[in-house]
């Protein structure tokens, strides 16, 4: 695979993720005018299953395409997939910070 491809793909990973994360926060900010409130046991229940399908969807967008990649026998370009992943992952926190700082003043 070429380098600007794996760029690319990665790229497109990790701005699925910036999107779902938006996403996840956009309910856990507005959760309880979403869902009302949650009595009892449903309340931890449905927040725990619900972190525990963010992580999967969290881990397929960033280590499932380098995972198969690497079983596949593309073993360094799997590798490096993750790391620019993981690097746009970075700038995208960074941007956010960023932002935040800057709409707080």
């Given at each position: 695979m070429?380098?600007?491809?794996?760029?690319?793909?990665a790229f497109l990973?990790?701005?699925?993720?910036?999107?779902?994360?938006f996403f996840?926060?956009?309910?856990m900010?507005?959760?309880?005018?979403?869902?009302g409130?949650?009595?009892?046991?449903?309340g931890?229940?449905?927040?725990?299953?619900?972190?525990?399908?963010s992580?999967?969807?969290?881990a397929s967008?960033v280590?499932?395409?380098?995972i198969?990649?690497?079983l596949?026998?593309q073993?360094?370009?799997?590798?490096?997939?993750?790391f620019?992943?993981?690097?746009?992952?970075f700038?995208?926190f960074v941007l956010?910070?960023v932002?935040?700082v800057?709409?707080?003043?």
């Amino acid at each position: 695979m070429q380098c600007n491809i794996i760029i690319r793909r990665a790229f497109l990973n990790a701005l699925g993720l910036l999107a779902y994360v938006f996403f996840v926060a956009t309910i856990m900010t507005n959760g309880e005018k979403i869902f009302g409130k949650m009595v009892g046991v449903l309340g931890p229940v449905f927040i725990l299953l619900f972190f525990v399908f963010s992580a999967s969807v969290s881990a397929s967008l960033v280590l499932g395409k380098p995972i198969l990649m690497y079983l596949e026998g593309q073993k360094k370009e799997g590798i490096k997939m993750f790391f620019v992943t993981a690097g746009w992952i970075f700038i995208f926190f960074v941007l956010v910070g960023v932002i935040a700082v800057l709409l707080k003043r």
